[in-house]
């Protein structure tokens, strides 16, 4: 029996906030990965400086150091459900500076499994940031077309689930961004803790914002919200496609959910609320607005965001005080979901900004 799948069993679920609702399921299995809970940190000097409502961040880019950022939270369940299953190999993809990806394979390490990754597009002749650490973890690694669309690379991972059947093992695919009804705990199970983060703060957010990629975050946080009480928004800002694609995306998911643990709420009137407009040029390409905020961040407040999720989320949430979104919100919620390998494999964009090492 696999260790940490064995220390899972009595893992400390705050006592002092109750599942609100028994209507929900209870949690599944899940092996301990991440270190949590995460701190809530409020940020003074930037909110002060920008004049909006007080800025909190949840820190789940503290949730461990190689294997950080949201996707741990998800990998707890999704690994035990391969475990329980009996797999020896996980499957899954995106796109080749994947935090998901390199999650996983560093997951997959931990508890014993083979990964095999499928990555949009193109090796550098060094590899760098995530994909240094997927070839580290002794992931294996495929390369696909950049352009390769999200069903073709599910596609692709169920042809790769065929292919070690054959050799004779027992493969698990773990969809992209590990966003699925399993993968949805993860973030529930978080809630449980920004309720107590909030407890302790003694603060009412009115929006709980993320970074959307995937859509298991946002999910997870719409479903553990009412799960554990927490009267808030739960609002994503998408780093690609756009407001509904993810809206058919997230009620998938949830309905997925529902009938899969046959929990009774009516997830079609759970609102799925997506700020729209802050792609810019593409998935992963920040604008200088973007970088910018980033180094403001960075020097303001010392944490670090990325170019491909918070960066780009968090700068929507800067504009958006500027505008007034927030104007009625004493205070917010910004699950910083990791990321900083992203980061380090586009130091070009950095280092050329004006400015950038004057000090
Ligand atoms: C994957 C990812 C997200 C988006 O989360 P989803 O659940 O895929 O929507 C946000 N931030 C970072 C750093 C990520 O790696």
Avoid at 16 to 25: D, G, R, V
Avoid at 182 to 203: N, Q, R, S
Avoid at 262 to 276: G, M, R, S, T, W
Wanted: net charge neutral.
């Amino acid at each position: 029996m696999n260790g940490l799948f064995e220390k899972n069993k009595d893992r400390p679920i705050k006592k002092t906030i109750a599942n609100k609702s028994n209507l929900f399921p209870s949690l599944p299995p899940r092996v301990t990965l991440a270190q949590l809970p995460t701190p809530l940190h409020s940020l003074d000097r930037l909110s002060r400086s920008i004049g909006g409502p007080r800025i909190w961040v949840k820190r789940d880019d503290l949730s461990g150091s190689t294997l950080s950022g949201n996707k741990v939270r998800k990998l707890e369940f999704l690994l035990a459900a391969a475990l329980a299953n009996g797999c020896d190999t996980v499957i899954t993809g995106g796109g080749i500076q994947s935090n998901h990806c390199r999650a996983t394979a560093l997951a997959a390490k931990q508890c014993g499994l083979h990964a095999h990754l499928l990555l949009r597009g193109k090796p550098t002749q060094c590899p760098e940031g995530n994909l240094l650490l997927d070839y580290l973890a002794g992931a294996q690694v495929t390369f696909c077309d950049e352009n390769t669309d999200y069903d073709r690379l599910h596609d692709l991972m169920a042809e790769q689930r065929e292919y070690y059947r054959q050799l004779g093992h027992n493969p698990w695919v773990i969809p992209i961004g590990g966003s699925d009804r399993c993968g949805l705990w993860g973030y529930i199970a978080a809630c449980a803790e920004l309720a107590e983060d909030c407890a302790v703060a003694g603060i009412a957010p009115s929006h709980i914002i993320c970074a959307t990629g995937s859509g298991g975050t946002q999910g997870g946080l719409i479903l553990g919200c009412q799960y554990y009480g927490i009267n808030a928004r739960v609002l994503g800002v998408n780093v690609c496609d756009d407001a509904r694609w993810f809206e058919q995306k997230i009620r998938g998911d949830l309905c997925a959910w529902q009938q899969h643990y046959q929990a009774h709420i009516k997830v079609n009137d759970l609102p799925i609320e997506i700020l729209d407009g802050y792609v810019g040029a593409g998935y992963a390409l920040a604008s200088e607005h973007v970088w910018d905020t980033i180094i403001r961040v960075a020097r303001s407040e010392g944490i670090v965001l990325d170019p491909v999720y918070t960066g780009k989320a968090f700068d929507a949430v800067l504009c958006e005080i500027k505008k007034g979104y927030f104007a009625e919100s004493s205070d917010i919620i910004f699950i910083s979901t990791g990321g900083i390998f992203g980061l380090l494999a586009q130091r070009p964009a950095l280092y050329t900004r004006p400015h950038f090492s004057k000090y």
